[in-house]
């Protein structure tokens, strides 16, 4: 079965510093990754993912993420945090037509 | 650019009744889910659903759930007989292929669904 851990609930960022939001996974399977944002009021949406090829992956707002196999990692970055980047990211890891997803991680950027 | 709507994006109920939620997955999608988020908790897997039948549930989707596609576009989850804990956010979600070559979801906003 897959799964996926997202430490750390909550996460503040001042404005301008680096994003990172880590996401270790476990896959029986070469894995699906994804990286999904739900701003206040809203769905989730997709930010960025993983499925061949390439492992940095650049998704949309300036956020990319890099999957590293030999770390079972999908670590999430943005250099420089925006006010606007203030909501709740999910990591999910996709295996057998469902995706799993963490806890998720709600970013907080202090101005 | 096409999406997927649920309705309502609240609703409050009492504990006993009966309540349906009501997503309509992008047009061509073969795949349909639905997912709940308890507060605080995980985004949870209830359900996939697949040429007019479960594809797959999750142990939480017990007896007191259900999932129809009456018309060809609604894609609907029933609570019998809803319990305190059946309060969440419930996500629906559609794909378009079986896995993906993508794997992508579309989700939809959410019903925010408290029980009293």
């Known amino acids: 079965a897959q799964s996926v851990t997202q430490l750390g609930s909550h996460v503040s960022v001042s404005e301008g510093a680096l994003v990172l939001l880590r996401c270790n996974y476990s896959s029986s399977v070469p894995p699906y990754l994804f990286w999904y944002v739900q701003y206040p009021n809203q769905g989730l949406q997709l930010l960025l993912k993983?499925?061949?090829?390439?492992?940095l992956v650049k998704g949309i707002n300036g956020f990319e993420a890099e999957f590293k196999k030999s770390e079972t990692s999908f670590h999430l970055t943005k250099p420089s945090a925006h006010m606007s980047d203030a909501a709740e990211y999910f990591c999910?890891?996709?295996?057998?037509?469902?995706?799993?997803f963490g806890k998720g991680n709600q970013v907080v950027v202090i101005p | 650019e096409p999406e997927v709507t649920q309705t309502p994006s609240h609703q409050v109920t009492q504990m006993g009744q009966e309540v349906i939620l009501r997503c309509v997955p992008i047009?061509?999608?073969?795949?349909f889910y639905w997912y709940r988020q308890i507060l605080g908790q995980k985004v949870e897997f209830l359900v996939s659903?697949?040429?007019?039948?479960?594809?797959?549930k999750s142990e939480i989707f017990d007896d007191q759930f259900s999932v129809e596609r009456p018309d060809g576009s609604n894609f609907t989850l029933k609570i019998r007989s809803t319990k305190l804990e059946d309060s969440a956010m419930y996500f629906c979600?559609?794909?378009?292929?079986?896995?993906?070559?993508?794997?992508?979801?579309?989700f939809g906003e959410g019903s925010r669904l408290t029980v009293l």
């Open positions: 993983y499925t061949t090829g390439a492992t």
């Open positions: 047009s061509n999608h073969l795949y």
């Open positions: 659903f697949y040429n007019n039948e479960i594809s797959e």
């Open positions: 999910a890891v996709r295996g057998n037509n469902r995706l799993a």
């Open positions: 979600a559609s794909t378009g292929l079986a896995g993906g070559n993508t794997g992508e979801l579309f």
